[in-house]
């Protein structure tokens, strides 16, 4: 049987990133994703309501997440939901559902350029002029 974990995410941080360290100094960054919807109802009525998510990230892109981010800014999300359960301290069972990122994106004014799977984007230069005819382009 086939399976497929995917989402995709477009929000706003809802509080600033909080970066730690696993023992072998892997990077992690938890934030909170305010992701809204609107609509109008069948009355006409405008309606709007807004899904709070836990995500994680790991590595290099969580550096760059808790470096470049904080709350309030815009952020393009992809990654695969994961299940978390514990005991808490009063001895009850406790779960929730997380997204574990694998690529996000920069969003909204205050960037030069965006970033993906927390690596720099390429710079817009081209080696190749832009007057360079069609024919002499080396690909």
Known sequence: MASLNKIMLI????????????PSQTAVVDF???VNRRWTSKDGEKREETCFVDCRAFGRQAENINKYLSKGRAL???????????TGQ???KRSKHRVTVENFQFLGGGQQGSVSRGEPEEPAGSDVPADAPVDDIPF
């Open 11 to 22: 929000g706003n941080l809802t509080r600033d990133p909080q970066l730690s360290y696993l």
């Open 32 to 34: 909170g994703l305010a």
């Open 76 to 86: 393009f999300v992809e990654g695969r939901l994961t299940f978390d359960s514990w």
């Open 90 to 92: 009063d001895g009850s």
